[in-house]
């Protein structure tokens, strides 16, 4: 898709404050990948529909190359956005595709999908985020969905300010995201601000939301957010959007989205809303049946 202007403005009047600043747990996944969680299990209800968000970065393949070897998932969708670096993924609904600079890959796991996720490089950057976003209990045991989007075939616009939006999700300035779901009505854009510019979107109020700083530096209202930093931002009523100015050349995820409010059971890869139901997945995973 080629690069357009935006093609509305978003009007905010009351732009929401930030709550709370959030710096991530270093951790290792999958067979010893480096990562930042930024979105940790005791914040999944407060970013409800979201349940997890792995920041992970390196020049060094020590901290990417065994990748993540075959896993099974049930329950929820993974969505990567690759910035540098190539990954293969391979999955029991027999899909494939490899996932680089500025792709993304959108998996819907559903009642069950096992894959793997193997870097195919031995050198250079790899940087990129995974983000879980949970699919309510009516949706859980539905059948998997995949698909790969290259950086070519996402939307995207500037603005009169150049600031320049990846549209992965929802839509933002007129322009529709390359995913769109009706249960959680999730927004992702990847927002690249030039020193001293500014970017309004609205959000509805219920919606919860929340900034992640990957590059520079900007303020949301009378707070800075430091790189590096999730920016939870608050739920007040009258709030009706986000308006984030960069103080220096800025790149950030701004992800939000409508709460689920239903009970969340999780055990590692599996995100269901009761015990029961994840004793399930477990023994359907033991026993051969999760991605049959
Ligand atoms: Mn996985």
């Not at 929401?16 to 290792?28: F, I, Q, W």
């Not at 029991?92 to 996932?99: D, I, P, R, T, W």
């Not at 793997?116 to 539905?142: A, T």
Request: with cysteine.
């Amino acid at each position: 898709m080629t690069k357009q202007t935006a093609l509305r403005t978003e009007q905010v009047e009351q732009p929401r404050r930030v709550e709370r600043l959030v710096a991530g747990k270093p951790t290792s996944d999958g067979a010893g990948v480096k990562l930042t969680r930024v979105l940790t299990q005791p914040l999944q209800r407060r970013l409800d529909p979201f349940l997890m968000l792995d920041a992970f970065g390196s020049d060094r393949p020590d901290d990417y190359i065994a990748g993540f070897p075959d896993h099974p998932h049930r329950g929820f969708e993974t969505i990567t956005y690759m910035i540098a670096g190539r990954m293969l993924h391979r999955d029991s609904a027999g899909h494939e595709g490899l996932l680089e600079n500025g792709g993304v890959q959108w998996m819907t796991a559903g009642r069950g999908v096992i894959h793997s996720e193997i870097p195919q490089q031995e050198e250079g950057v790899m940087e990129g985020f995974q983000l879980w976003l949970n699919l309510p209990g009516r949706d859980k045991m539905c059948a998997p969905w995949y698909r790969d989007f290259a950086s070519a075939e996402l939307p995207r616009f500037t603005t009169a300010a150049g600031v320049d939006v990846t549209v992965i999700a929802g839509e933002s300035h007129g322009v529709a995201g390359a995913v769109t779901r009706e249960a959680t009505a999730p927004l992702y854009l990847d927002i690249h601000l030039p020193a001293g510019s500014r970017f309004a979107q609205a959000l509805p109020a219920a919606h919860n939301a929340f900034v992640y700083l990957y590059r520079g530096a900007l303020k949301l209202g009378d707070d800075a957010v430091p790189v590096q930093r999730m920016a939870i931002l608050a739920n007040d009523a009258q709030a009706d959007g986000v308006v984030i100015e960069a103080t220096e050349d800025a790149k950030l995820l701004l992800i939000a989205g409508r709460p689920l409010n239903e009970p969340i059971a999780q055990y590692g890869p599996f995100v269901m809303n009761t015990e029961q139901e994840i004793y399930q997945a477990l023994s359907d995973f033991r026993e051969g049946r999760l991605a049959a």
